[in-house]
């Protein structure tokens, strides 16, 4: 396994802290590292509210890069609440489409961290709506 995919797990895990912040908000569920092509890694972790206004684990981490500078994204992962890693689900696989449509077939994405088993974004949509 690359050493970037272990850096990116330790920073995923790091903020993966399951917290309860009120009656209506929980956080940390999810957690994700994002790789920009720059090579520097981008966290965020899923809040969820009881009035569908939270944000997945992934999208977090994609707006902290876009917030941070970055727009082109090379590799990503997410911890899921089992502790296992997993796919990005549909908004966030449409927002890594939008945000790079000419490249976004390229995008890494850890499937099973244990197996060392990875995807392309365009393996997990090979007919998406941007050619």
Not at 87 to 101: I, Y
Not at 109 to 127: A, C, F, H, N
């Amino acid at each position: 396994m690359e050493e970037i995919w272990k850096e990116m797990y330790a920073a995923a895990k790091s903020v993966r802290k399951e917290r309860k912040i009120s009656d209506y908000v929980d956080a940390g569920g999810v957690a994700a590292a994002v790789l920009s092509l720059s090579g520097k890694i981008y966290t965020g972790v899923c809040i969820d509210t009881c009035s569908t206004l939270g944000i997945c684990a992934e999208r977090n981490a994609l707006f902290n890069m876009i917030t941070n500078g970055e727009d082109k994204i090379s590799k990503v992962l997410c911890i899921m609440p089992n502790g296992k890693t997993g796919t990005p689900c549909g908004a966030c696989r449409e927002l890594m489409v939008q945000l790079m449509p000419g490249d976004y077939k390229n995008i890494e994405i850890m499937l099973d961290y244990e197996k060392d088993e990875r995807v392309t974004l365009g393996e997990l949509t090979p007919k998406w709506w941007i050619k």
